[in-house]
């Protein structure tokens, strides 16, 4: 196909998505929020933060290799398309809306862009002056305790892991939240929650083992309302800040069939 | 440890003091713990316990006296509804178990708190669509080492996870899927960790694959050995297989094995050779179908084999798991195995040398009518699959099937859960129609949910056995009025847990038989029991319909 056959067929299914988009009224920010995590934790392995990694799609611009409505793209979420690697997953029809909405709101926002720094000095500092594997862990090295880093240049975007990396407390994933709980015995345990439910908790606490505490156990509980994560605002100079994203970026592992 | 390493645990200890944590010890799970399982009898290691596969639990805290005081602690729902068959891993307080998948679905492993039952972390596995399983979307447990999980699937795939976070640090090809029958591996069992090695057999006898058992590194899933169950073109064995038929000829892996660690070897059961009911196209004992396989943990070299059915046209595999057992035979120390064969005997084998020591039919046998010196079981003829219809007792699906069986160190008995009365009216060239069980309505393969039972006596039934492993001979038996999928478990304070089809989880009176405990836990059970303990109370766990259900005393 020459190139301006695909800017044909481009924009094409570009009107037709923009078109199709009746939904989009019914989303909040909310929702569209909710569409992220889930984008981010069933879709970007494949389709890469930005949805533009499997050739031919790009779904934050609305670009299929055939033409798609809001209820093929739910459909197509729900149930696969048979004979491709694109699995199943079996969302509600609300939930798969909003990795719709979700979809077209990253259309309007800024794409990542590590180029800015250099991925091996980063990778130095993550290492080193950054001491983030102190908590982190890349490919089976550095804790458990906070999130694992190995694929995150898959799941996350460069402007987004800047912020997290400046400003930790202003998004913290519900998977990363913290927790602490003090015994009767006054031992307090912090570690990053797994599960709550309204008798026990569970969390991996500092030394990465696998605890759960029933609450009538315990002296008092609750979240750690700042992220342990500390700001680098002040700790790393501006390039540092875009060493280090840039070797973030570049961790990404696509997973295994 | 790194000396980045370490600076980065001193840095991690600062800032745990500034928030308050007090550093534990990560307790790791060793090879020597694994080999040693039993001085830790709070935890369950491997899949039937130990290496031995023994399936005995040292806690005593449930009693004949109290086990009317089980309750109920908590129960963990999947998300898949295919039978539950796994047993789960316990490790210092946390259990590990998965389920298989649904059609175009996903296995589902999970890391539970024992105490409560609630998920600390949830992984998830969708296998190819190529996989195409013979006899269920089934796994029936993972192994550990270290800090690492490991789980064989369905479409032929051996994943390391990290036990503390669910992640995956590996996931290897154990066998290459392809579009034909004889592609079509899987692996449904527990792998076997021994020492730096992960262990697991290829299953699909059914469909023709030519199975094998191989070793993969722990750290990386590298494969270092590999060990065909059919011998190849040159090799001993081969002979015993007509033509070109040992490349199809099955003999599928599809249990967990043990290990001897002073004669350094493994043991695997191996499936029924293929075709299944029609052996005229592999004439021959067919090699090494139905059998037992001694193996050099180092190399995966057959040290000695014995095949308790040489030419099978009855589908009797011999996957049951391999019982390892220390005991006086005939007025000196023996090293030994015990296995209930699907075959309907039962045997003692010297595990180091593989000399047949006793045979004995644990239920009803007309197959055979007993053995020559080397242990060779002499047929009786006639009973092969006919046009017209032969009845061949046990029946196809066997005289006990994958369950895992249990041995009592404390009352030295051998317990089987076991199918009686039961035969196989085998057609030629079709599957063989069943008289008894299979011939009286409803399926008697297992299934998660509850089935109407309407079966006489006469038709079939399943029973817990006590045998004797010094004679084979039966010391009592506890019968149920519908066939069993459920494995033993034997606790050192003399207890008895299986369960059956009729979705009763039940205690016996391991010396007596006697009925002390029954649930009702509304699914089929197609799992072994076994038991923990967390803080000093005792749990028994075992999985039934699509469930893990865990009791301990009330309090």
Same mark, same amino acid.
């Given at each position: 196909?020459?190139?301006?056959?695909?800017?044909?067929?481009?924009?094409?299914?570009?009107?037709?998505?923009?078109?199709?988009?009746?939904?989009?009224?019914?989303?909040?920010?909310?929702?569209?929020?909710?569409?992220?995590?889930?984008?981010?934790?069933?879709?970007?392995?494949?389709?890469?933060?930005?949805?533009?990694?499997?050739?031919?799609?790009?779904?934050?611009?609305?670009?299929?290799?055939?033409?798609?409505?809001?209820?093929?793209?739910?459909?197509?979420?729900?149930?696969?398309?048979?004979?491709?690697?694109?699995?199943?997953?079996?969302?509600?029809?609300? @939930?798969?809306?909003?990795?719709?909405?979700? !979809? %077209? &709101?990253?259309?309007? =926002?800024?794409?990542? /862009?590590?180029?800015?720094? #250099?991925?091996?000095?980063?990778?130095?500092?993550?290492?080193?002056?950054?001491?983030?594997?102190?908590?982190?862990?890349?490919?089976?090295?550095?804790?458990?305790?906070?999130?694992?880093?190995?694929?995150?240049?898959?799941?996350?975007?460069?402007?987004?892991?800047?912020?997290?990396?400046?400003?930790?407390?202003?998004?913290?994933?519900?998977?990363?939240?913290?927790?602490?709980?003090?015994?009767?015995?006054?031992?307090?345990?912090?570690?990053?929650?797994?599960?709550?439910?309204?008798?026990?908790? @569970?969390?991996?606490?500092?030394?990465?083992? !696998? %605890? &759960?505490?029933?609450? =009538?156990?315990?002296? /008092?509980?609750?979240?750690? #309302?700042?992220?342990?994560?500390?700001?680098?605002?002040?700790?790393?100079?501006?390039?540092?800040?875009?060493?280090?994203?840039?070797?973030?970026?570049?961790?990404?592992?696509?997973?295994?069939? | 440890?790194?000396?980045?390493?370490?600076?980065?645990?001193?840095?991690?200890?600062?800032?745990?003091?500034?928030?308050?944590?007090?550093?534990?010890?990560?307790?790791?799970?060793?090879?020597?713990?694994?080999?040693?399982?039993?001085?830790?009898?709070?935890?369950?290691?491997?899949?039937?316990?130990?290496?031995?596969?023994?399936?005995?639990?040292?806690?005593?805290?449930?009693?004949?006296?109290?086990?009317?005081?089980?309750?109920?602690?908590?129960?963990?729902?999947?998300?898949?509804?295919?039978?539950?068959?796994?047993?789960?891993?316990?490790?210092?307080?946390?259990?590990?178990?998965?389920?298989?998948?649904?059609?175009?679905?996903?296995?589902?492993?999970?890391?539970?708190?024992?105490?409560?039952?609630?998920?600390?972390?949830?992984?998830?596995?969708?296998?190819?669509?190529?996989?195409?399983?013979?006899?269920?979307?089934?796994?029936?447990?993972?192994?550990?080492?270290?800090?690492?999980?490991?789980?064989?699937?369905?479409?032929?795939?051996?994943?390391?996870?990290?036990?503390?976070?669910?992640?995956?640090?590996?996931?290897?090809?154990?066998?290459?899927?392809?579009?034909?029958?004889?592609?079509?591996?899987?692996?449904?069992?527990?792998?076997?960790?021994?020492?730096?090695?992960?262990?697991?057999?290829?299953?699909?006898?059914?469909?023709?694959?030519?199975?094998?058992?191989?070793?993969?590194?722990?750290?990386?899933?590298?494969?270092?050995?590999?060990?065909?169950?059919?011998?190849?073109?040159?090799?001993?064995?081969?002979?015993?297989?007509?033509?070109?038929?040992?490349?199809?000829?099955?003999?599928?892996?599809?249990?967990?094995?043990?290990?001897?660690?002073?004669?350094?070897?493994?043991?695997?059961?191996?499936?029924?050779?293929?075709?299944?009911?029609?052996?005229?196209?592999?004439?021959?004992?067919?090699?090494?179908?139905?059998?037992?396989?001694?193996?050099?943990?180092?190399?995966?070299?057959?040290?000695?084999?014995?095949?308790?059915?040489?030419?099978?046209?009855?589908?009797?595999?011999?996957?049951?798991?391999?019982?390892?057992?220390?005991?006086?035979?005939?007025?000196?120390?023996?090293?030994?195995?015990?296995?209930?064969?699907?075959?309907?005997?039962?045997?003692?084998?010297?595990?180091?040398?593989?000399?047949?020591?006793?045979?004995?039919?644990?239920?009803?046998?007309?197959?055979?009518?007993?053995?020559?010196?080397?242990?060779?079981?002499?047929?009786?003829?006639?009973?092969?699959?006919?046009?017209?219809?032969?009845?061949?007792?046990?029946?196809?699906?066997?005289?006990?099937?994958?369950?895992?069986?249990?041995?009592?160190?404390?009352?030295?008995?051998?317990?089987?859960?076991?199918?009686?009365?039961?035969?196989?009216?085998?057609?030629?060239?079709?599957?063989?129609?069943?008289?008894?069980?299979?011939?009286?309505?409803?399926?008697?393969?297992?299934?998660?949910?509850?089935?109407?039972?309407?079966?006489?006596?006469?038709?079939?039934?399943?029973?817990?056995?006590?045998?004797?492993?010094?004679?084979?001979?039966?010391?009592?038996?506890?019968?149920?009025?519908?066939?069993?999928?459920?494995?033993?478990?034997?606790?050192?304070?003399?207890?008895?847990?299986?369960?059956?089809?009729?979705?009763?989880?039940?205690?016996?009176?391991?010396?007596?038989?006697?009925?002390?405990?029954?649930?009702?836990?509304?699914?089929?059970?197609?799992?072994?029991?076994?038991?923990?303990?967390?803080?000093?109370?005792?749990?028994?766990?075992?999985?039934?319909?699509?469930?893990?259900?865990?009791?301990?005393?009330?309090?």
């Amino acid at each position: 196909m020459r190139p301006t056959q695909i800017w044909i067929v481009t924009l094409a299914v570009t009107v037709a998505w923009a078109g199709a988009s009746l939904l989009a009224q019914h989303n909040t920010a909310a929702d569209i929020e909710d569409g992220g995590r889930v984008f981010q934790s069933n879709c970007a392995n494949c389709h890469g933060p930005d949805g533009n990694e499997v050739a031919g799609i790009d779904l934050g611009r609305g670009q299929f290799r055939r033409t798609m409505t809001d209820q093929d793209l739910i459909q197509i979420i729900r149930t696969g398309i048979p004979g491709t690697p694109m699995p199943g997953n079996n969302f509600p029809v609300e @939930q798969a809306e909003r990795v719709v909405a979700y !979809l %077209r &709101s990253v259309a309007a =926002s800024k794409r990542s /862009d590590g180029a800015a720094g #250099d991925a091996a000095r980063g990778h130095a500092l993550f290492d080193g002056k950054g001491t983030c594997a102190t908590c982190h862990r890349v490919s089976g090295a550095g804790s458990r305790l906070g999130p694992d880093l190995t694929n995150v240049g898959q799941l996350r975007k460069a402007i987004d892991l800047e912020r997290a990396l400046l400003e930790p407390d202003a998004e913290v994933l519900g998977q990363n939240r913290f927790y602490r709980v003090v015994g009767r015995d006054g031992v307090t345990t912090t570690g990053r929650l797994l599960n709550l439910d309204t008798f026990t908790v @569970q969390m991996i606490d500092g030394t990465e083992q !696998l %605890r &759960s505490f029933v609450k =009538s156990d315990l002296r /008092d509980h609750g979240f750690v #309302d700042k992220s342990p994560m500390p700001s680098y605002k002040d700790k790393l100079n501006p390039q540092e800040i875009a060493d280090l994203v840039s070797y973030l970026v570049s961790l990404k592992v696509k997973a295994t069939p | 440890m790194s000396a980045a390493r370490r600076r980065s645990v001193c840095s991690l200890g600062a800032a745990l003091v500034a928030l308050g944590m007090v550093p534990l010890v990560a307790q790791q799970v060793s090879f020597d713990r694994l080999l040693r399982a039993d001085r830790e009898p709070h935890n369950w290691l491997s899949y039937s316990g130990t290496l031995f596969n023994q399936r005995h639990s040292l806690l005593t805290q449930v009693t004949p006296a109290n086990v009317k005081n089980l309750e109920l602690q908590w129960v963990w729902q999947a998300r898949s509804l295919e039978k539950f068959e796994a047993t789960a891993l316990a490790v210092d307080g946390v259990l590990y178990t998965l389920q298989g998948p649904p059609v175009q679905g996903r296995y589902q492993v999970v890391a539970l708190d024992a105490v409560t039952g609630r998920p600390f972390w949830t992984y998830e596995y969708q296998p190819a669509n190529e996989a195409r399983p013979c006899c269920g979307r089934v796994s029936r447990g993972l192994a550990i080492l270290g800090d690492t999980l490991f789980m064989g699937t369905i479409d032929a795939r051996l994943i390391a996870l990290d036990a503390r976070t669910g992640g995956v640090l590996w996931n290897v090809e154990a066998a290459r899927l392809g579009e034909k029958n004889t592609d079509k591996y899987a692996i449904t069992h527990a792998p076997l960790i021994v020492k730096d090695k992960v262990i697991v057999g290829l299953a699909g006898g059914d469909l023709g694959v030519r199975a094998y058992i191989a070793a993969f590194d722990a750290k990386n899933g590298k494969e270092l050995w590999r060990f065909y169950t059919i011998p190849g073109p040159g090799e001993k064995g081969n002979e015993t297989w007509s033509g070109e038929s040992w490349r199809t000829g099955g003999a599928g892996v599809w249990n967990s094995g043990a290990y001897d660690a002073e004669a350094n070897l493994v043991y695997f059961g191996t499936g029924n050779p293929a075709p299944d009911w029609d052996g005229r196209s592999r004439l021959g004992d067919n090699l090494y179908s139905d059998s037992v396989v001694a193996l050099d943990v180092e190399t995966g070299v057959l040290k000695w084999h014995y095949q308790f059915t040489p030419h099978d046209e009855v589908d009797y595999d011999s996957t049951q798991v391999p019982v390892l057992v220390d005991m006086e035979w005939q007025g000196r120390p023996r090293k030994v195995m015990l296995w209930a064969n699907r075959n309907g005997l039962a045997y003692v084998l010297d595990r180091v040398s593989g000399e047949f020591l006793l045979g004995k039919a644990y239920v009803r046998v007309n197959w055979m009518e007993g053995f020559d010196k080397s242990g060779r079981p002499q047929r009786v003829p006639g009973k092969i699959p006919t046009r017209d219809g032969e009845l061949i007792m046990p029946t196809v699906l066997g005289a006990t099937n994958w369950a895992p069986p249990s041995f009592s160190p404390k009352t030295g008995l051998f317990y089987v859960s076991a199918w009686e009365n039961t035969g196989t009216m085998a057609v030629e060239g079709q599957f063989p129609r069943g008289f008894g069980v299979a011939g009286t309505g409803g399926t008697p393969m297992g299934q998660a949910t509850l089935t109407p039972n309407t079966k006489k006596e006469e038709d079939g039934f399943g029973v817990i056995r006590a045998l004797d492993p010094k004679t084979l001979d039966k010391k009592w038996e506890f019968k149920m009025s519908d066939i069993t999928w459920g494995g033993v478990l034997t606790t050192a304070s003399d207890l008895l847990f299986s369960g059956g089809k009729e979705g009763y989880f039940f205690a016996l009176d391991a010396r007596t038989g006697d009925l002390l405990w029954k649930a009702a836990l509304g699914g089929q059970i197609n799992s072994g029991p076994m038991s923990y303990s967390v803080n000093g109370k005792q749990y028994v766990t075992v999985a039934a319909g699509n469930a893990l259900f865990a009791f301990a005393l009330r309090q």
